[in-house]
């Protein structure tokens, strides 16, 4: 891989550092505030909106300019949001202003792998980068934890420094820290060199421009299956974030230290499948991965019986494995699609506003849930059926698919 692509993880690795602590942090201001327990989910829900209701013009922003550079200004939004909470601005809010930061990151992050890297290698190169992301989700959990912990916390406070007197303000100030450092290597990541389309300036176009690539996405054979994929995985990996914290607290007596330490187990094994994926799954072979989502979501079920601790670590292993080996090629195979039909910062951010909209959707439905008093174990009952269903039904869509291009295929072989 050349230089610019390590310039791109490490950026990528800081700020995915920096928004796993900020939540985690997040939900502990809120549990300090004695806020209602569906709040929590609900800092998903207020970071993830801007990628549904922005995703017309992000794209299109991305596309605007050298991808380093609104990776640079993005990052600059995070840090205002992260700031904002230090300020006493409500969680929920400053957790809606970073993740207007990520929603425009997304599309620069994502295509510049595109328009940098030929497709041969887009595979391993999101195999690099789901598993670093992940490796940064876990990361970010554990310092998130870790930051919280009573004894760090006070060590941290003896400090004596200006202004930072509570447990969240010197949460809140590491946190910032890790986000100046990736502004620091978005500064090194290259520019790519391709052509930039001009920001139009009326709205109304950006919106028809992003239902056209919207459209083309979901009605191309292979971009429909591979962004079905996607969609459903980051819809199920969120709500299954705000699942395990509640499943831990209950089955495993885990305060919310130790139980974001247990989530951070889920990415251990996402990475896991990444780089197994990265290595043995090649992007003509992708939609083979398919029944490793059916998978998933019937050995979640299993979570309802366990009441072991390293029981409980070897199944969230397992379940992060089987997600990021499926999602890697997936991905791969969506990101190239998009390329070559609407081009790299659209289809990209396409496919944030279908991921998106299901990470609301799933996780407005889990705090629905919890606040009509359903219990933890029929949650995960839920979720797990619902997902493997689902997946199932994208199986059979790929191979209708299958069948009506072979008969194409018959149909031509016979007119020659």
Not at 40 to 55: D, G, I
Not at 134 to 155: F, H, R, S, Y
Not at 290 to 318: C, E, K, R, S
Not at 396 to 401: G, V
């Amino acid at each position: 891989m050349p230089f610019g692509f390590y310039m791109i993880m490490a950026a990528q690795f800081f700020s995915a550092l920096a928004d796993n602590a900020l939540l985690i942090a997040s939900i502990y201001m809120l549990r300090e505030m004695q806020a209602p327990q569906e709040y929590e989910p609900l800092l998903k829900l207020f970071f993830t909106v801007s990628y549904v209701a922005l995703a017309a013009f992000v794209g299109a922003f991305a596309d605007s300019m050298p991808k380093w550079r609104v990776m640079l200004i993005s990052n600059t939004i995070k840090i205002g949001g992260c700031s904002l909470m230090f300020f006493g601005v409500h969680p929920l809010a400053a957790y809606a202003v970073v993740g207007l930061g990520a929603a425009a990151y997304s599309p620069a992050k994502y295509g510049i792998l595109t328009e940098y890297l030929p497709s041969r290698l887009l595979v391993v190169a999101n195999g690099w980068i789901e598993g670093l992301t992940v490796g940064a989700i876990i990361l970010g959990t554990l310092v998130g934890g870790v930051l919280i912990k009573p004894a760090i916390a006070d060590t941290l406070l003896s400090l004596n420094l200006p202004y930072i007197d509570t447990v969240p303000e010197i949460a809140l100030c590491v946190i910032g820290t890790l986000y100046v450092i990736a502004a620091l290597f978005n500064l090194k990541v290259p520019d790519t060199g391709v052509d930039h389309k001009a920001l139009k300036s009326n709205p109304l176009y950006l919106i028809h421009d992003f239902n056209h690539c919207l459209k083309l996405l979901w009605r191309d054979k292979l971009g429909q299956i591979s962004l079905a994929t996607t969609t459903l995985f980051w819809g199920a990996g969120a709500t299954l974030q705000f699942i395990v914290i509640k499943w831990a607290e209950q089955a495993l007596q885990l305060d919310l230290s130790k139980a974001s330490m247990l989530q951070g187990v889920v990415a251990v094994g996402v990475a896991i499948g990444a780089v197994l994926a990265a290595r043995m799954v090649s992007m003509r072979s992708a939609v083979r991965v398919i029944p490793l989502g059916i998978a998933m979501g019937i050995i979640v079920n299993v979570m309802i019986f366990v009441t072991d601790m390293p029981l409980a670590m070897g199944l969230m292993v397992l379940i992060g494995a089987l997600s990021g080996f499926f999602v890697v090629p997936m991905n791969a195979l969506l990101q190239h699609r998009g390329h070559i039909l609407m081009g790299a910062g659209h289809s990209i951010a396409v496919q944030n506003f279908n991921e998106n909209l299901s990470i609301l959707v799933m996780t407005g439905l889990y705090a629905f849930l919890i606040r009509s008093g359903f219990s933890i174990n029929t949650v995960v009952v839920a979720f797990g059926l619902f997902v493997a269903g689902t997946m199932y039904l994208v199986k059979l869509r790929h191979e209708a698919n299958q069948r009506q291009f072979d008969s194409v295929a018959q149909l031509d072989d016979i007119r020659h």
